[in-house]
């Protein structure tokens, strides 16, 4: 969900793979400012959009207001992992998740995302979840060097896990990254604390939780002919979502002795590899951005069965 200047990040390779269009029903569980909702709208269609963060859709609720009132937006402050159970029965015609941390709260120094300008010490998306402060006092040192080498890559997890335990109550972001910098791995082009930064978004919100469940549950909600586009920032997220959508599509499953698949897949890939924001958008968010997208088949016959060759008495 990273906007620059809350441009959406590859808004028009979205539109065209998810191809919305009037009656058309789409679910977008990381609904941000709104940038790639307000398109799909334009196009006619009626949107579920789903964002953790009360900022986000008190600010779609005006930005929008129109399709609200007309019922096309309906605005769902939840979880997008939780919305199967929120849902019942509704199909859509297409899914987005644009993953990861949205400009404004990147750039409102009260959320505490970021040690460009002094915050709390919170990074929540949802404010009713504990902050990272909370968090922090509560964690032993091997559970949070942990957090940091899974989920920030950071070589020196231990000692940067201790310095942050023994400094704790932080009076602000910018303490905090100026005393994890001291001790973490030299970085190149970015601030060393950037990736312990990022694992600690990512463990408060439980970022990779939500994506695995939803990469179980959300396919589901797909009618037949529908798509499913993910957006991720980093391998984190973007692992699973192609370990996902090739286990759904069959890649790699096992074939007869005509390469037919023993088991016919209820979904395929509409392209085989993800799309780059480097090589297609001009926004410099979208730089390490990869966009993948999983159709579920109408029907078996979707995907034509290769058969045997003819034997020589039906030649």
Do not use: C
């Amino acid at each position: 969900m990273n906007e620059g200047r809350h441009i959406p990040v590859l808004l028009a390779d979205v539109v065209q793979l998810l191809r919305p269009s009037p009656g058309h029903v789409f679910l977008d569980g990381t609904l941000g400012r709104g940038g790639h909702t307000a398109a799909l709208l334009a196009a006619g269609a009626t949107v579920d959009a789903f964002d953790r963060d009360a900022d986000a859709i008190a600010a779609t609720a005006v930005t929008l207001a129109d399709f609200v009132t007309s019922g096309h937006l309906r605005l769902h402050r939840a979880a997008f992992a939780d919305a199967p159970r929120l849902l019942g029965e509704q199909r859509y015609d297409g899914i987005l998740l644009d993953l990861g941390v949205s400009s404004p709260q990147l750039d409102e120094a009260h959320r505490g995302f970021s040690f460009q300008a002094n915050g709390p010490v919170s990074m929540v998306m949802d404010d009713r979840d504990a902050p990272l402060s909370e968090r922090l006092a509560a964690v032993d040192e091997p559970a949070l060097a942990r957090v940091l080498r899974e989920y920030g890559d950071e070589p020196n997890a231990r000692r940067v896990a201790q310095t942050i335990l023994f400094g704790r109550p932080w009076a602000g972001t910018r303490a905090l990254a100026e005393a994890v910098a001291a001790v973490a791995a030299p970085t190149r082009g970015i601030h060393r604390a950037t990736k312990s930064f990022q694992a600690l978004r990512i463990w408060v919100n439980d970022e990779i939780g939500q994506l695995e469940r939803a990469l179980v549950d959300l396919p589901a909600l797909l009618a037949p002919g529908g798509r499913f586009a993910v957006i991720a920032f980093h391998s984190l997220e973007d692992r699973p979502v192609k370990q996902a959508f090739h286990a759904l599509a069959g890649v790699g499953a096992p074939t007869d002795l005509y390469g037919n698949p023993v088991v016919a897949p209820a979904f395929r890939l509409v392209e085989r590899k993800a799309r780059k924001g480097e090589d297609r958008d001009p926004n410099p968010r979208a730089r390490s951005a990869r966009l993948r997208v999983l159709e579920r088949i109408s029907s078996p016959a979707h995907s034509p069965a290769r058969l045997p060759p003819a034997s020589p008495e039906r030649a």
